[in-house]
């Protein structure tokens, strides 16, 4: 699986939405773009995965590049309990069933 | 999804003994995930667990070191033998979904080894 590249840290304020960028420019066509984040004394949870179009669900969106080289999560407005590590991961299609490995992801803080 | 309980949550241990984790899923997985966090780190693999089959480690993890049982479909255990602070972590569990394409994560248990 391809490598991504994130900033160490970000800083929102409450209620604003929030832009978490993610590189990856040796992604393969077959690689999904994958977002987890990890709230404190929390086991990693799932946000939201995309492969070319544009993604939304209830927690998030997703926001692919034409080119599939970067991707942005996006929060539409941060709340206090959304503070946590975010993980951006490539997997793919063939590896499905097999683990995630984990990059040192974004810290998030939402100030109130 | 997936519903994973971990125990214990949280354990202090000396030095030199070990300490077993259970992982417990509302469902049955063919595999399991057993993952290490360091403090201030991300998550690394220890080894993928399958039943009926011995346990595949990652480059750096040993089976004397982190012997793993997965009697059954839903319930597997890893053990931290005989520590040393060092092994210090967060011990998480994890399981695919049914269409394989996500995980679930335990909410991990935290040792301190003393």
């Known amino acids: 699986d391809a490598k991504t590249t994130q900033p160490n840290s970000m800083e929102s304020n409450e209620e604003e939405p929030v832009h978490l960028p993610c590189n990856h420019s040796?992604?393969?066509?077959?690689?999904?773009i994958h977002w987890y984040r990890q709230l404190p004394s929390q086991g990693p949870e799932y946000v939201i995965h995309?492969?070319?179009s544009n993604v939304n669900n209830r927690m998030a969106s997703l926001a692919i590049a034409e080119d599939r080289k970067s991707s942005t999560l996006i929060l539409h407005r941060a709340t206090l309990r959304d503070a946590a590590v975010y993980y951006c991961?490539?997997?793919?299609?063939?590896?499905?069933?097999?683990?995630?490995?984990f990059g040192p992801g974004t810290r998030l803080s939402v100030l109130p | 999804s997936a519903v994973i309980s971990q125990k214990p949550s949280r354990d202090i241990c000396q030095r030199g003994t070990s300490l077993t984790i259970q992982c417990q899923v509302d469902s049955q997985v063919t595999m399991m995930f057993w993952y290490r966090q360091q403090p201030g780190q991300s998550l690394t693999l220890i080894a993928t667990a399958n039943q009926g089959s011995e346990a595949t480690y990652e480059s750096g993890f040993v089976i004397d070191k982190f012997p793993i049982s997965r009697p059954n479909l839903t319930f597997s255990t890893l053990t931290v033998s005989n520590m040393s602070p060092e092994d210090s972590s967060i011990y998480l569990c994890?399981?695919?979904?049914?269409?394989?394409?996500?995980?679930?994560f335990g909410a991990g248990t935290r040792l301190s080894v003393l």
């Open positions: 040796t992604i393969s066509g077959t690689d999904y």
């Open positions: 994890s399981v695919p979904s049914l269409a394989k394409n996500i995980q679930y």
């Open positions: 991961i490539l997997r793919d299609l063939d590896n499905y069933g097999q683990n995630f490995v």
């Open positions: 995309g492969l070319t």
